[in-house]
């Protein structure tokens, strides 16, 4: 046939080029929809970039091939794998530092949710060490009685935390006795520092802080 | 005697066409315009246009977006299902039109005109369309040129966020442990002589041994008067780093003062 009726669309060099595109496109989408039992988007997304690579590097060796001059191909070998390396090495790098910010970000969520559940718990047993001491209620001749007489339905195992004051938390009491109160602070949405700490709650994991009122004062435990 | 045949062609193998003419151009044009429509949905939905395009080419530096602006949850980490299909599909199309459309269009007609050249051919004009060459040409050779670059922006962000996030956590551990000598020295106060209290002042107020060092930071109580504390935490993570804060009477503390370089605090 001759040439110049030669389709531009037939022409054996573009086909080439059409089925490498056609092929690459299936390779690099079959890691990345088929279904992973991974809990980061990051498993599917590398193995994918995986199959890029290797497509990449294949498609510069084919590229590199004869009748390309021979001493064009180190220099233009080198170049693409450096390309290639660098952006492997920039791709690695970018998901250990997303996954670190993350997880700080986090902890900082961790450490502020902490802090107001201490200044919570701390608040309320301040309050009943105030009415025990204080002259007017001296009457009430323990801890317990004064801690019963601000939240009077309170009793072991209740949650103390009124739902308007909303949040992830919960204030459980632990220890009611005369002279020894023990409050639990549970967040319920965070983990803490270990993860199979069996929870006061009974869930696993979770924030929990605990503040022990006696006569000397507050003694704090961070339980997990 | 003129034998006559009939001039019946025999397609060879090699020659048969596998699809009909311009299958594969239709095919591959369909999907290159759905890729590059998802590209620009996505930007135009994106919240941040700048950063949109900032990243755009980078698959995983939108990765790295889409992970530390996820919401929080129990296992740390963000599954593809909840990203959301929109998401997912952008992370791959712009990885398929980054990484691999591009650089294929362009290698091949860089390979075909080097070819052509140094056979002293005259450069035929490629089968593809001299804009597409042109486009993925400039993808390809600044997304070259840019990978360095942005790695190295990209770790630099990331460890000054890092820096930051684990400043303001040391901060926060700090405040939740000085609230808590304020709470010491209010009982302190509040109780009896006769319990080892102040009975009404912070006079003869110590700190005791349990909250004075922690992992985060070691503090200090001065009795400014009889009703006013000043508690001082250094920071065991930076020593130049300091806090200091006022307790009265009613156990509240006020006049939080920061001294020092708290990184992620204006």
């Known amino acids: 046939m001759d040439e110049s009726t030669t389709s531009k669309k037939d022409d054996p060099e573009t086909i080439a080029m059409l089925w490498w595109i056609l092929i690459a496109i299936i390779l690099v989408s079959i890691p990345y929809v088929i279904p992973s039992r991974s809990t980061s988007f990051w498993v599917p997304l590398n193995a994918a970039g995986l199959v890029t690579g290797v497509y990449l590097l294949a498609l510069v060796i084919y590229l590199l091939r004869k009748p390309l001059r021979l001493s064009r191909r180190p220099l233009l070998g080198i170049i693409a794998f450096l390309v290639i390396g660098v952006a492997a090495y920039a791709w690695v790098s970018a998901e250990r530092g997303a996954k670190e910010v993350a997880e700080l970000r986090y902890q900082r969520r961790v450490a502020i949710a902490r802090g107001a559940l201490v200044r919570e718990m701390s608040w309320r047993l301040t309050e009943t060490l105030t009415a025990y001491f204080h002259k007017d209620t001296r009457g009430l001749k323990t801890l317990a009685q004064s801690f019963l007489r601000r939240h009077p339905k309170a009793m072991v195992g209740s949650d103390i935390r009124l739902p308007l004051l909303g949040g992830d938390r919960k204030i459980l009491v632990q220890t009611l006795e005369p002279r020894r109160i023990a409050l639990v602070g549970l967040e319920t949405t965070l983990l803490g520092r270990d993860s199979t700490f069996k929870n006061y709650d009974g869930t696993i994991g979770r924030v929990q802080e605990k503040l022990i009122l006696t006569e000397r004062g507050i003694i704090r435990e961070s339980e997990n | ?266």
Not at chain 2, 159 to 185: F, W, Y
């Open chain 2, 1 to 266: 005697m003129n034998q006559r045949t009939d001039p019946i062609e025999i397609p060879r193998a090699n020659e048969a066409p596998e699809f009909a003419d311009g299958f594969l151009w239709k095919l591959e044009l369909i999907t290159i315009l759905a890729l590059l429509a998802i590209l620009i949905v996505g930007g135009y939905f994106s919240r941040d246009i700048f950063m949109y395009f900032r990243l755009i080419g980078f698959p995983w530096l939108h990765a790295s977006q889409l992970t530390i602006s996820a919401p929080y949850s129990d296992t740390h980490s963000v599954s593809l299902p909840s990203l959301g299909i929109g998401k997912q599909m952008f992370l791959l199309a712009e990885l398929l039109v980054s990484f691999v459309i591009c650089p294929t269009v362009f290698l091949f007609g860089w390979h075909r005109r080097r070819v052509n050249r140094e056979r002293s051919q005259n450069v035929r004009s490629l089968s593809l369309d001299s804009v597409a060459y042109g486009f993925c040409g400039i993808v390809t050779v600044a997304l070259a040129i840019s990978v360095g670059p942005a790695a190295f922006l990209q770790g630099r962000s990331t460890t000054s966020r890092c820096e930051g996030d684990a400043s303001r956590i040391q901060r926060e551990g700090m405040m939740t442990e000085m609230s808590l000598i304020g709470v010491d020295a209010f009982i302190y106060q509040l109780r009896p002589k006769e319990l080892g209290g102040g009975d009404g002042s912070f006079a003869g107020y110590g700190i005791g041994e349990k909250l004075s060092r922690t992992d985060y930071g070691e503090y200090t109580a001065t009795v400014k008067s009889d009703k006013t504390l000043e508690v001082k935490g250094n920071s065991a993570r930076c020593a130049t780093n300091t806090i200091s804060v006022l307790v009265d009477t009613y156990g509240g503390t006020y006049g939080w003062r920061f001294e020092g370089n708290w990184l992620g605090y204006g």
